[in-house]
């Protein structure tokens, strides 16, 4: 059975190769957004208590495919990858959202946690670096896992912003930018304590830059504010499409 599993969850190379913006990261793309406006589409004339069931059982599945991840990494890959931990923006904002679902001290936050979420998980599905370096086929479990966990938190921040009982207000911007500051703060720590002379994790892009201009010596200086203004011009940008798709909307 082991062997079974991990034959099936590996890499797969012997086919078609999955890279950034060849045909099939456009075909899962277009998947993805095909899925997330159908849904959202269809859940617009359902009722409020259909609504939130099906916002709650987004985020579920998508911490219930982040747990799951953990354990069958060992079978896919042969270890657990450490760089899974939540300390990138993608997979820290997945726990934040589901404890926003389950903890009333985090539910005071939980359309600032989705905003977010939809920022990291929706330019990640745009560019998957991540899975487009290890030049795999399509159909293999890393390929399919990683996008189908972004592709539904993605889902998550469109029906929280569109159907949840709180509404984005332009006042209230500055608690995004608290949160960005406290992840870019919280993955300094995940960098400072995991990164060793063997490997370098990056997570949050706050030590290194991922596209290699800066020098290395100063790019852990300025990273953190790089990426600080650059994730809070994506959060302008959704409170735009926000009221702009409102607008639309009334006048129809």
Not at 17 to 25: A, L, R, S, T, V
Request: hydrophobic share 50%; glycine share 6%; aromatic share 18%.
């Amino acid at each position: 059975m082991n062997e079974l599993l991990s034959n099936l969850l590996k890499d797969h190379k012997d086919g078609p190769i999955f890279n950034c913006f060849g045909i099939w990261h456009i075909l899962f793309m277009i998947i993805i957004f095909g899925s997330i406006i159908v849904t959202t589409l269809l859940l617009r004339k359902k009722e409020d208590d259909v609504r939130k069931k099906a916002i709650n059982i987004t985020i579920s599945v998508v911490f219930g495919l982040y747990i799951l991840d953990f354990f069958l990494m060992p079978l896919a890959y042969g270890s657990i990858d450490v760089e899974k931990l939540p300390f990138h923006i993608c997979t820290v904002s997945c726990v934040l959202c589901f404890l926003s679902r389950h903890n009333k001290f985090f539910n005071k936050y939980k359309l600032q946690f989705a905003v977010i979420g939809l920022i990291g998980n929706i330019i990640y599905v745009i560019y998957p670096a991540g899975i487009g370096w290890y030049q795999i086929t399509p159909y293999s479990y890393r390929v399919i896992q990683t996008l189908l966990y972004h592709g539904l938190m993605t889902l998550y921040g469109v029906l929280t912003l569109a159907y949840d009982d709180e509404e984005l207000k332009w006042k209230n911007c500055y608690k995004e930018l608290i949160v960005i500051v406290l992840l870019v703060l919280w993955a300094l720590f995940g960098n400072f304590i995991y990164n060793s002379d063997l490997r370098i994790y990056n997570w949050f892009f706050v030590v290194q830059d991922p596209f290699y201009i800066l020098p290395k010596d100063i790019a852990c200086f300025i990273m953190p504010f790089v990426i600080t203004i650059t994730i809070f011009i994506g959060n302008i940008l959704v409170y735009l499409s926000y009221f702009g798709i409102k607008k639309i909307i009334k006048l129809n």
